[in-house]
């Protein structure tokens, strides 16, 4: 790995707030045995916690401790002249309050970005919605390689969370309308906060049905929504507002029980489009437990909704481990 292929790699791993392991710290030893020129690291402490991105959205505190002790521990294993500038950006860090919240970016191909605030706890507020998933970044590339699925065309997410793919649409794929959704408050609450952050105004009306506005069919920008949607309580009537083109949702399928939920939502959706061509549907999810995968196959069956498997896309965008089988399922309703 080349200087500037690795210093790529610190800076999306590091705006992103990445697990430590998965940084190349292998790679960053062997360059720093054979070469004593501390500008390398200069250069990674640029990208990384003195980045414009990280300055404005910092990641959490104890993120950023943790990463810069990590940076010192192997410059000082090359027993070269201390660097002052990471002393001084550890005791920045060291002198700043913990926080149980941190922003994670991501650069996007347009040379523009998305910042979101998420909990630093995987569960947090009894819900696992407040950070992203990795099949959030995996259907947000999806749909990166493939505009033409949501260009001028109306989205609903199911189970938005922190709001990753439906803000890489919104910036990359040119949606007329995009509804964010989610049952749980608190991760509606921070879903709302991350959509403004990103420089979109929400629609405050969630129950009249969506037409653009004059200033929409001008602008790029799509009329954009956050609604709380409750699989289980929610009637046909009221998904009627919606009227979707397109239905996406990632990492919904981590507990069987709500199996049965989604795909009772799936079906009140194509049930109150009956005379429009029904919308296209597309889920991903990380396989973890196979038998979730084939219970939720099966399930589709028994209600006489078909699905394709996508195939894998190109490009890599984001910075995640691909450890278990991910999939993009089209469902055919």
């Known amino acids: 790995m080349g200087s500037s292929g690795l210093i790529e790699a610190f800076e999306r791993r590091f705006l ?12 960053l030893e062997e360059k720093l045995k054979n070469s004593l020129d501390s500008e390398l690291l200069l250069n990674i402490l ?13 990641p959490s505190v104890k993120y950023t401790r943790c990463f810069l002790s990590e940076l ?48 630093t706890a995987i ?20 749909a990166i390689e493939n505009p033409e699925a949501f260009t001028n065309r109306r989205v609903l997410e199911l189970g938005s969370g922190a709001g990753f793919t ?15 959704s989610d049952c749980h408050s608190q991760v509606l609450q921070q879903l709302k906060g991350n959509i403004l952050l990103n420089g979109f105004l929400l629609n405050p009306d969630s129950t009249a049905p969506l037409q653009p506005s004059v200033s929409a069919l001008v602008s790029p920008k799509p009329i954009v929504m956050a609604v709380q949607l409750d699989w289980e309580q ?25 199996i049965l939920s989604l795909i009772g939502v799936l079906q009140k959706l194509s049930a109150c489009q009956a005379d429009q061509k029904p919308p296209e549907i ?52």
Not at 76 to 84: F, R
Not at 103 to 115: A, D, E, F
Not at 123 to 142: K, N, R
């Open 234 to 258: 929610v009637t046909t009537k009221q998904l009627s507002v919606f009227q979707p083109d397109v239905i996406i949702a990632a990492d919904v399928l981590y507990d069987p029980e709500i």
């Open 46 to 58: 640029q990208k990384t916690v003195l980045h414009p991105l990280c300055v404005k959205h910092p």
């Open 72 to 119: 010192i521990k192997k410059h000082e294993a090359t027993h070269t002249e201390p660097l002052d500038e990471l002393y001084e950006a550890l005791a920045e860090i060291l002198s700043a309050e913990e926080s149980t919240q941190g922003h994670r970016s991501y650069l996007l191909p347009s040379g523009n970005s998305i910042s979101l605030c998420e909990s």
């Open 166 to 180: 439906g803000l890489a649409i919104c910036k990359m794929c040119s949606p007329t309308a995009y509804i964010f």
């Open 282 to 333: 597309y889920i991903a999810f990380t396989v973890r437990n196979p038998d979730t995968y084939q219970m939720f196959k099966m399930e589709l069956s028994k209600v006489g909704i078909g699905w394709q498997k996508l195939p894998s896309h190109n490009q890599k965008m984001f910075p995640y481990e691909k450890h278990s089988e991910m999939v993009i399922l089209r469902l055919l309703v």
């Open 16 to 27: 992103a707030a990445r697990p430590l392991p998965s940084f190349p710290w292998r790679s």
């Open 123 to 142: 569960i947090s507020q009894g819900t696992t919605g407040l950070v992203t998933w990795d099949a959030a970044l995996y259907l947000a590339e999806w």
